[in-house]
């Protein structure tokens, strides 16, 4: 098999990496009500806050990193007036502010962009081709079909919203989530009163296929409207799907359109999936043999809902529910966490790490549902003994509530934004006024002490768009060349594939990692240089087609990534 020698066209900025970080003071509450450590020093190499930009106009409720650097952002559209205008002055029926901005993460700039209906509870999938695909939505948005295409020229500078007219969703679709598959569909399932789900593209007059993995009359009737909000998928390395809806787990073959089996639920009496919003990780992948781990965290207590509409706001999970599916008869393994948490975003960094951030410790999801914000993140470390895995990183000063959001981006820094606890935008006299902001979380491994240990790709650049992003095939193998201060040893190096993930009310979708088989490690010229030959995830299942960002991690310090593609040549 032939092996490509690889650079990359462009290339200009750097960063990233993990330390094993001391034990840090028991959670308490302050007297303003927010949950943080009780010790206010904040912790050495906790991670670092950063703020990007103090108003985008709107509230980052939909995320979503594009190939090139560019991050889109939404808010709904009937959550009144933005504080930015729509592009060329224009006007809709509602009104003439913009509820979506495209935001440049290596400059902090952006311009508004156009909804044309409303994405309340919209679900989204990064195309094979670039495109960002949004699905359903609220009210006159419910069938919508909505593509951004960041890449194509000449256009791509004043790109906007394109909404599908002619072939709209089979079913009406609030609340639902979007899969990618290996053949380069986009799976649609679940959403309000809606147990079924339909595939993009659509084929014309197509139905959508019924789908009650719930079980039993009893089953739904308890669980009322909430049975398929926001459900969780992970796509396994076997090309079925995990689904998990608030407490029930099922997986689905997709090409046969049947549960295949059912998973016992989390043994812990929480609820899950929105709007009792705990949040969900298919943890890295590592070839060659890729064993798949779901972890679950958060979430909320049963009857929370009824209870915050009553003025009482019920604690918070506190657990995490990890299962191992590659075992014979798998089972949920409970673990603490230093936080209780609900509304919080679960974000893959490079690492294999992950970082769980936003969110409250009373409460669930929804407008004035919850209280006491948990401002610090936590970072899990998958890789070591249960007893150390969880550790609290520093604290923001900015409540991230109901509609607050988080993503990885190129440079390994995690994208913060949203928080609109308010059925519109509330800027006083409230306790958690909305937020437009955008900050961004350093996590440990960004710190100045680990730069002699950060790689640097030969010739690549993450943040901007390449003249031509480079394509891989399945099973090719590549040769990457990097350079670093101190190299500490050839079994140091990963290379690591990150899919950008639609992020929404708690839920990543599509958020993939995906350690590299590496084939050799060899040092070049000039000194501090290397090669790292790597071979291509071997199957669509295990990375479906589309851009990643690709990272070179050397002793625990991810580089900054470069955009690649992969498959459907």
């Known amino acids: 098999m032939a092996i490509k020698n690889f ?62 650097g560019k991050l889109i952002v939404s808010d709904r559209t009937g959550a009144g007036l933005s504080k930015i205008s729509l592009p060329g002055g224009r006007c809709l029926k509602k009104d003439c502010t913009a509820h979506s901005v495209l935001f440049d993460v290596a ?56 909404e599908q007219h002619s072939n709209p969703l089979a079913a009406g679709r609030s609340y639902a989530s979007d899969q990618i598959l290996p053949d380069g569909r986009v799976l649609v399932l679940g959403g309000l009163r809606q147990l079924s789900y339909e595939f993009f593209p659509r084929q014309e007059n197509s139905s959508a296929v019924h789908f009650d993995f719930l079980g039993g009359k009893s089953d739904r009737e308890s669980m009322g409207e909430e049975s398929l909000l926001y459900p969780f998928l992970h796509l396994l390395p076997d090309g079925t799907l995990f689904v998990f809806a608030n407490n029930h787990v099922a997986i689905l073959d997709v090409s046969l ?24 990780v298919l943890l890295r992948l590592s070839l060659p043999n890729p064993d798949p781990e779901i972890l679950i965290c958060g979430g909320a207590a049963l009857g929370a809902d009824e209870a915050a509409v009553n003025g009482t706001f019920l604690t918070s999970a506190d657990t995490c529910g990890l299962i191992a599916l590659q075992r014979d008869d798998p089972s949920w393994v409970i673990q603490e966490m230093p936080l209780p948490r609900v509304m919080g975003d ?67 820094r995690v994208l913060v934004g949203g928080s609109n606890p308010h059925d519109g935008y509330v800027f006083s006299d409230v306790t958690f006024p909305t937020d437009l902001s955008i900050e961004a979380f350093h996590p440990p491994y960004m710190d100045a002490l680990f730069s002699a240990l950060r790689p640097r790709i030969i010739g690549g650049g993450g943040g901007l768009v390449a003249v031509v992003m480079p394509r891989f095939d399945y099973d090719e193998r590549v040769t990457l060349p990097f350079e670093v201060g101190m190299f500490r040893d050839p079994q140091a190096v990963e290379v690591v594939l990150v899919a950008p993930t639609f992020v929404t009310h708690s839920v990543g979708m599509n958020q993939r990692a995906v350690a590299l088989q590496v084939e050799r490690v060899e040092s070049s010229s000039p000194p501090l240089n290397y090669d790292v030959e790597v071979r291509v995830p071997p199957s669509p299942a295990i990375a479906p087609p589309g851009y990643y960002m690709l990272f070179v991690v050397h002793a625990g310090v991810p580089s900054e990534a470069v955009w690649v593609r992969i498959g459907l040549h």
Do not use: C
């Open 7 to 68: 650079s990359f066209p462009l290339f200009f900025f750097l960063i990233s990496v993990v330390s094993h970080l001391p034990g840090v003071a028991s959670p308490a509450s302050g007297v303003d009500g927010f949950q943080r450590i009780s010790n206010a020093v904040d912790v050495p190499n906790g991670g670092s806050w950063h703020m990007l930009h103090r108003s985008i106009g709107i509230s980052a409720m939909h995320m979503q990193l594009l190939p090139g």
């Open 257 to 280: 359109r049947r549960v295949i089996r059912r998973l016992p639920s989390v043994p812990d009496g929480f609820r899950r999936s929105y709007p009792s919003s705990g949040s969900s």
């Open 107 to 162: 400059d902090s700039t952006f311009r508004p962009l156009t909804l044309l209906t409303d994405n309340l509870g919209s679900a989204g999938a990064l195309l094979p081709n670039g495109s960002l695909l949004q699905t359903g939505g609220f009210d006159d948005g419910e069938l919508a079909v909505r593509a951004f295409d960041p890449l194509s020229s000449p256009t791509a500078a004043g790109a906007d919203w394109v």
């Open 346 to 412: 679960m974000v893959l960094l490079p690492t294999g790490d992950v970082l769980i951030i936003n969110g409250a410790s009373a409460g669930t999801a929804g407008a004035e549902m919850a209280r006491k914000p948990v401002l610090n993140p936590i970072l899990y470390r998958p890789g070591l003994p249960t007893v150390s895995r969880f550790v609290v990183m520093n604290h923001s000063p900015i409540p991230r509530l109901y509609g607050s959001t988080a993503a990885l981006d190129t440079y390994g």
